[in-house]
């Protein structure tokens, strides 16, 4: 039981030293792109792009605009590129700008953001009903993954980035808060807030299927 | 004690690793199978999140990246980004101030001015025995020696600056850190 939270934490500080040692490399890398050399920009684009279209990809409503907007995301990278000046890891730079990217858009459409904020006040009605149930093995990690990731799908934007920030791309309360222009403490509000609607969710997919 | 149970907020931090108290935490999760069973829950929720694969791009997604980037964003920059000289940029100026000086000369006539500035305060150039054969060509030239001098002067004094912008404009602080 120790092991657990132990793990997370050291991988959590593994990745902030690696992200210092990477500081120097980063720097030249940027130095190659801003001096012209568009090769080095492909080795970021390749670098990053799991990052943009984690971000977008949670954010944006499914279809084709989404893979539009992580290209304009990084065409903006590019052009903003000389005004980066290292005060920050450049994975919280380029998610800020996939962040705001992602606002502009849904502002633009109309869409939501902070909608259904207060959703575990709603009655909950389970995403996938599944006739292959297994009340015996409740607790399968491949069946809790898909019930996980279905229900991931119908929280809200701000809490599917969170989410996504913090256990898919390691990023500390800190960095998200940077990237989401948001207090540590409503990170952390947020995020625990998210995760306990999840795991209420997931318990009543399991007592549904038991009964 | 076990008849207190953890909160949701205290199981997370705890699994987050933020948690303060985790020895009398972990004291509790000993004799209490409730709460042992709703750290389980989480446990099994954060390796569910952490196993989901990365959006699918389409396979030319960098290559279209690239077609959409603007030609020569960085051109310019790369130039002074490397602590170069930027020559194009330098003789445009120099050629402007130089064309300003003769216009200065033909309309102005500040030769008269310079001339007796250079009667009252600077030595004869015509002393030295080599400067005055090669002034003698420049006379040969209908031009004014200290026209030349000083346009010569004037290159030398632009190309200093601008070397000493170029060094400063790589050098200079953030303007922002947020696009």
């Known amino acids: 039981m120790q092991e657990f939270p132990k793990k997370v934490q050291l991988r959590r500080e593994i990745t902030v030293i690696y992200s210092k040692v990477g500081m120097a490399d980063q720097r030249q890398l940027v130095e190659r ?7 080095s920009f492909r080795a970021l684009v390749k670098d990053y792009q799991r ?33 980066f000046r290292f005060d920050a890891k450049l994975s919280t730079w380029i998610a800020r700008i996939t962040y705001n990217s992602c606002l502009n858009f849904l ?9 259904d904020l207060v959703e575990e006040d709603r009655p909950f009605e389970p995403a996938a009903p599944d006739d292959s149930a297994r009340p015996d093995r409740a607790y399968e990690s491949s ?10 799908s119908r929280l809200p934007a701000v809490y599917k980035t969170l989410i996504t920030l913090y256990h898919l791309e390691q990023m500390s ?27 209420g969710r997931l ?5 549904g299927e038991r009964s | 004690m076990n008849e207190i149970h953890l909160t949701d907020d205290q199981l997370q931090a705890y699994l987050d690793g933020t948690l303060a108290e985790t020895d009398a935490v972990e004291v509790h999760f000993a004799s209490c199978p409730h709460c042992r069973q709703a750290l389980e829950v989480y446990r099994q929720l954060y390796a569910a999140i952490e196993e989901e694969a990365a959006p699918e791009l389409s396979p030319d997604f960098v290559d279209r990246v690239m077609t959409r980037l603007p030609e020569s964003e960085f051109t310019a920059d790369a130039e002074v980004f490397a602590g170069g000289f ?4 330098s003789l445009a100026f120099i050629v402007a101030i130089m064309a300003a000086i003769a216009a200065a000369v033909y309309f102005l006539n ?26 003698k060509d420049l006379s040969g030239l209908h031009l004014d020696v200290s026209i030349v001098l000083f346009t010569i002067l004037t290159f030398l004094g632009i190309a200093l600056i601008d070397r000493i912008l170029a060094h400063r404009r790589r050098h200079r602080k953030p303007i922002s850190y947020l696009v």
């Open chain 2, 110 to 135: 500040p030769v008269t001015l310079f001339r007796s500035v250079e009667d009252v305060s600077a030595p004869s150039l015509a002393d030295n025995t080599y400067l005055s054969a090669f002034l």
């Open chain 2, 86 to 89: 930027r020559l194009r940029d």
């Open chain 1, 173 to 199: 309360y800190t960095e998200i808060g940077r990237i989401m222009n948001m207090p540590e403490g409503t990170v952390k509000s947020y995020l625990f807030r998210a995760r306990k609607m999840l795991k």
């Open chain 1, 107 to 115: 502002d633009k459409k109309h869409l939501p953001l902070y909608d």
């Open chain 1, 143 to 152: 069946r809790t993954g898909e019930i996980v990731r279905n229900e991931i």
């Open chain 1, 51 to 83: 990052l943009v279209s984690h971000i977008v990809f949670r954010m944006i409503p499914p279809g084709p605009d989404r893979e539009d907007l992580c290209q304009e995301v990084f065409v903006k990278v590019y052009q903003n590129l000389r005004n």
């Open chain 1, 33 to 39: 792109i801003v001096a012209g050399d568009k090769n």
């Open chain 1, 203 to 207: 318990q009543a997919v399991y007592r």
